[in-house]
């Protein structure tokens, strides 16, 4: 965080918080009880078509609500639809903000397909509500483009927005106009996760006519953890709100105390040790 601006956004409570918010995301697709804090209710269920050439509809999130904030989550890729939008890697014009640059399609077709949905439940709530826009992985894309559009469209013009382990999303036009935009934006990513150096910055020509290239949305806040996994520990929600906790923990304990249920469990949070070949083992196992 060598970006002072950064330490008048980045909140460690908030970014606990939400990283344990995703994971209910991911557990409102798997069909399992979702568990929200004290306080906090279910305005709305995301669902959106994943998938290119056959989509299909699928969970992706939730808006939930307190007295005081507004929540809106993103969960990341876990069908092989999402696989066939995340690597649809083309781009098309961002379609609701004029000369915006372009966007990555998978995440852009995914977006698009509950965008009028997702707005319409917002305008039912109070602006004088602080708004967040989360999401991890592929999600994180869906809160990047959500994000923008809100506030370009709604009167919810100041989002703060929290992503885990994105991708990059969109070209360097795009990326330049949501910085100016979005002003309370943070991208919290493991320096040992495979998925924030997708896609590339750069695929030259003969690749398309012109090339594609994408960049990073701002400000970024890293973080470090090597569990010998890149596409899973190293990526996880779960390790993500593990890491984030240790800088809380007295906030972690009691959000979580408060709230059973709500707080990933972390268990598979640990080095991946093994070789080709042999039955492998994690710390757990060592007794």
Request: proline share 6%; aromatic share 12%; glycine share 4%.
């Amino acid at each position: 965080m060598n970006n002072s601006s950064i330490y008048h956004i980045f909140n460690r409570e908030d970014a606990i918080l939400l990283s344990a918010m995703i994971y209910q995301s991911y557990q409102l697709f798997e069909k399992e009880p979702l568990v929200l804090p004290k306080g906090y209710s279910l305005r709305y269920t995301i669902r959106a078509l994943a998938g290119v050439e056959e989509p299909e509809t699928e969970v992706f999130g939730f808006i939930a609500e307190s007295q005081d904030k507004i929540i809106v989550t993103f969960r990341g890729t876990r069908t092989f639809k999402d696989n066939e939008s995340d690597q649809d890697l083309y781009q098309v014009p961002y379609p609701f903000v004029r000369n915006a640059g372009k966007t990555h399609r998978g995440f852009t077709c995914i977006y698009q397909s509950t965008r009028n949905e997702l707005i319409r439940e917002l305008t039912k709530l109070s602006t004088t509500k602080r708004l967040f826009v989360a999401g991890h992985s592929l999600g994180g894309a869906l809160a990047v483009l959500a994000a923008f559009d809100i506030a370009v469209n709604t009167r919810f013009k100041n989002p703060f927005v929290y992503t885990y382990g994105s991708p990059r999303v969109a070209d360097p036009v795009f990326a330049s106009q949501f910085n100016q935009i979005v002003k309370n934006s943070i991208r919290i990513f493991n320096v040992h996760d495979i998925i924030p150096t997708l896609p590339d910055q750069a695929y030259p020509p003969p690749f398309t006519k012109n090339g594609l290239f994408y960049r990073h949305v701002d400000k970024k806040v890293t973080l470090s953890f090597q569990l010998n996994s890149l596409p899973v520990r190293n990526h996880e929600i779960v390790c993500y709100f593990k890491n984030l906790s240790q800088q809380n923990p007295a906030f972690t304990k009691a959000l979580c105390d408060e709230n059973p249920g709500f707080c990933p469990n972390t268990e598979l949070c640990v080095p991946f040790i093994g070789i080709c070949g042999e039955k492998t083992s994690t710390n757990n196992d060592k007794k």
